[in-house]
């Protein structure tokens, strides 16, 4: 258990509205990510931040904008939220010394 | 980018049967882990692998680091029924600021009691 919490877990909302979903850690961990999972594609890394204010694109970013301003909180918003965007978004913590991700429970975000 | 292909798919296997299951990759990896998910949950980590031709248990389970660094397996013996779940592969390639796992696309379990 790395003490990864997300917020909210599910939530349903409408077409370009903006969405932010949060990911906190106790764990003092430098590495966050995002990921986002979809039936036959597995787990597709949208963005990750390498330390506070330091981030990165994954392979699926467009669409979404991150932003981490202290160590335990990393964000993942969707400006204008689209139906292809409807999808179980997952953080991950990277432990330190380690390549080794943990992952938090989950957001079912549903785009209607 | 990086390619991983697991297999198989899925599995339907009698509960006490063995299973097994793997990835290939197209490129070398650094580090290898195995990810088990339960419906409605996180993945949850399984075993970590570090170095070619490391194999490695956690109780019924066995992984291995293939010796091209291209390559894992996972074994699980006797299986019970909440061994059900998705199991992933995932392979680790990049250091500096690039720690960045890639995924397989998972392999489906089903264990009939």
């Known amino acids: 258990d790395a003490g990864i919490t997300q917020s909210p877990r599910h939530k349903v909302t409408e077409t370009g509205t903006p969405v932010t979903l949060r990911c906190h850690q106790t764990?003092?961990?430098?590495?966050m990510y995002w990921y986002r999972q979809d039936p036959g594609h597995g787990l597709r890394l949208i963005h990750y931040?390498?330390?506070?204010?330091?981030?990165d694109k994954g392979e699926v970013s467009d669409g979404y904008s991150v932003s981490r301003s202290k160590t335990e909180d990393f964000l993942l918003t969707l400006e204008s939220a689209t139906s292809s965007q409807t999808s179980v978004y997952f953080c991950?913590?990277?432990?330190?010394?380690?390549?080794?991700?943990?992952f938090g429970p989950g957001t079912r975000l549903t785009v209607l | 980018g990086q390619q991983l292909n697991q297999s198989p798919q899925s599995m339907f296997i009698q509960e006490g049967e063995d299973v097994s299951m793997n990835c290939t990759s197209s490129s070398i990896f650094n580090t290898w882990l195995w990810y088990k998910q339960d419906p409605g949950e996180g993945p949850v980590l399984l075993i970590a692998l570090y170095k070619a031709g490391e194999l490695t248990s956690n109780g019924r389970l066995t992984a291995q680091f293939g010796i091209t660094r291209k390559d894992s397996f996972l074994n699980i013996s006797a299986s019970i029924p909440s061994d059900v779940g998705i199991y992933f592969c995932?392979?680790?390639?990049?250091?500096?600021?690039?720690?960045?796992?890639?995924f397989g696309k998972g392999t489906l379990l089903t264990v009939n009691p």
């Open positions: 764990e003092n961990h430098r590495y």
């Open positions: 931040s390498y330390g506070v204010k330091d981030t």
């Open positions: 995932a392979g680790q390639y990049g250091g500096g600021s690039n720690y960045k796992l890639t």
């Open positions: 991950a913590t990277l432990a330190g010394g380690t390549d080794t991700q943990y």
